[in-house]
């Protein structure tokens, strides 16, 4: 049980972290390229701010393994917003492509380390 706690919380901050990213992006699409009120920005920059809280919370000895093995969640799920929000189905290379990304993620995050 310790084991699968030690999985999901990582999973559930890094998922966090994707979804204030991506919507935090996003706002900042729909202003300059879809043409939406400005007004889009203000929870755009509060999700952009929730995002940089949440990696904070990754137990890694430093900032920048978190932030690289957070890089695979981040395109995984920027490949489920492109279904869930913008209607478009990723190809299978978009989901091979991610698979690698993931597993990346995995070797840098979980990977045996030497001191």
Do not use: M, Q
């Given at each position: 049980m310790e084991s699968l706690t030690a999985f999901l919380r990582p999973l559930a901050v890094y998922?966090?972290?994707?979804?204030?990213?991506?919507?935090?992006?996003?706002?900042?699409?729909?202003?300059?390229?879809?043409?939406?009120?400005?007004?889009?920005?203000?929870?755009?920059?509060?999700?952009?701010?929730a995002f940089a809280y949440l990696l904070t919370r990754i137990e890694a000895d430093f900032a920048g393994r978190a932030f690289a093995a957070y890089g695979g969640v981040y395109i995984a799920s920027s490949l489920g917003w492109l279904w869930a929000v913008e209607g478009r189905m990723p190809d299978r290379w978009d989901v091979v492509g991610a698979a690698i990304c993931l597993a990346g993620a995995g070797v840098i995050l979980l990977g045996p380390r030497s001191g």
């Open positions: 998922l966090g972290a994707a979804a204030g990213e991506i919507a935090g992006c996003f706002a900042f699409w729909a202003v300059l390229r879809l043409g939406k009120s400005a007004w889009w920005l203000v929870p755009g920059l509060l999700a952009l701010a």
